[in-house]
């Protein structure tokens, strides 16, 4: 006997309650095996790019302290992304075993690189710090240098200038109201 004639929710002989939890039953277990199977593929893809990460290691140790361009680090969203800067991040492929160096710019999205291979990915990442790296010097150096800090102080010296007279002017006008208001009487 059925669960639903025996539980005598449904009439003797009704067979369609129960085909539709049957169905119901097997639909929810199809959707939950697609999306370990998608579950799956991120925590492969996740895993890929810390061997990635873990690859990168010894060329972050390279870069300068002073040097605050890059910042590295495993995003776990909806696309898993290695960023190597604000700009530049490594993804997978759509077979998720090809690594794709991706650089945003203005324009859209630029691949910089693409590779099943670790070391391949590896060197194009050092290529792409090194020109980072670069684009930062030059821009240093074409900063004006500062202003001399002297025209402050002459600024100060005309201020003292300045008082000196409106005080000598004061003691004058000073001076003559009083030899007037002498004089008068």
Do not use: C
């Not at 190597?84 to 999205?109: C, E, H, P, S």
């Not at 792409?128 to 500062?146: D, G, T």
């Amino acid at each position: 006997m059925s669960d639903a004639q025996s539980s005598g929710t449904g009439p003797p002989g009704a067979t369609q309650p129960v085909r539709l939890r049957d169905a119901l039953r097997k639909a929810r277990i199809e959707a939950a095996d697609r999306t370990g199977v998608v579950v799956d593929l991120r925590d492969a893809e996740v895993a890929r790019l810390e061997i990635l990460n873990e690859a990168l290691d010894p060329l972050f140790a390279q870069v300068p302290e002073q040097v605050d361009l890059f910042d590295r680090g495993i995003s776990q969203g909806e696309t898993p992304r290695l960023w190597v800067d604000v700009v530049a991040y490594v993804v997978m492929g759509r077979d998720k075993r090809i690594y794709r160096l991706v650089q945003d710019t203005r324009f859209g999205r630029k691949v910089l690189a693409e590779s099943h291979d670790v070391p391949v990915i590896v060197g194009a990442v050092t290529d792409y710090i090194a020109r980072r790296m670069v684009e930062r010097e030059q821009a240093l150096a074409a900063q004006p240098e500062p202003l001399p800090v002297e025209p402050k102080k002459k600024r100060r010296r005309g201020f003292w200038t300045f008082a000196l007279g409106f005080v000598l002017g004061a003691i004058a006008l000073f001076a003559l109201a009083l030899y007037a208001s002498l004089r008068n009487l």
